[in-house]
């Protein structure tokens, strides 16, 4: 499962490395073990940032910061990685295991369309970061909010299905109360990713 690039942080160019590369890598683990540790941690800040979840009362869907770990979880560790963080999350919460917003799990509730696009969406930011896209604050704007219509894109669809809506009103319930928390995430990546990226260059000249 070794996801690292095989020239190493000290020789590859920065722009096509992600932050988990920058890792130095423990002498006693093997790559694949580093591999290993870093999908479930990033699974480990899914599940965590998930718990911070609010329900409203006009809507069967919380508002909660799994997104933000999602997006975070992708840009940092890449799309291998971030993927298999990911989709470790979607399993073990389908399996029963309390990891979804507010200790939540299994597959048939409102909101569970968003967490499976929680997958394509932290590929999607791994593969954009690894690009250089969480290099600087207007790119990585950019990687949330691609990352965000991936995340809507799963998610309504499931909603209009769970709920037998129209595309309508699975938008005022499932989009619009959370265009504010989606700009916050985005200042919150924007501001995050390119200051860390500032730090490594800066601890390398």
Do not use: E, N
């Not at 291998?80 to 509730?109: K, N, T």
């Amino acid at each position: 499962m070794s996801t690292a690039l095989p020239l190493g942080p000290g020789r590859a160019p920065l722009d096509r490395l992600v932050l988990a590369d920058l890792l130095p890598r423990p002498v006693a683990l093997s790559q694949t073990a580093v591999d290993t540790l870093l999908v479930l941690s990033g699974t480990l800040v899914v599940t965590v940032l998930a718990q911070v979840a609010v329900p409203l009362p006009f809507t069967p869907v919380p508002i909660s910061l799994a997104t933000l770990g999602v997006l975070l979880t992708g840009a940092a560790l890449g799309t291998a990685r971030g993927s298999l963080s990911i989709a470790l999350y979607v399993l073990v919460g389908m399996l029963g295991a309390p990891v979804y917003g507010d200790g939540g799990s299994g597959w048939a509730f409102a909101s569970f369309g968003y967490i499976l696009a929680y997958l394509p969406a932290a590929a999607l930011a791994g593969y954009l970061a690894r690009r250089g896209q969480d290099k600087t604050p207007l790119r990585s704007v950019g990687l949330v909010l691609l990352a965000s219509v991936v995340v809507y894109a799963g998610g309504v669809p499931w909603l209009m299905a769970f709920l037998d809506v129209d595309l309508a009103t699975a938008l005022r319930l499932g989009v619009a109360p959370f265009l504010v928390g989606d700009t916050v995430k985005a200042l919150l990546v924007a501001a995050a990713l390119p200051t860390t990226w500032a730090l490594v260059r800066r601890a390398r000249r």
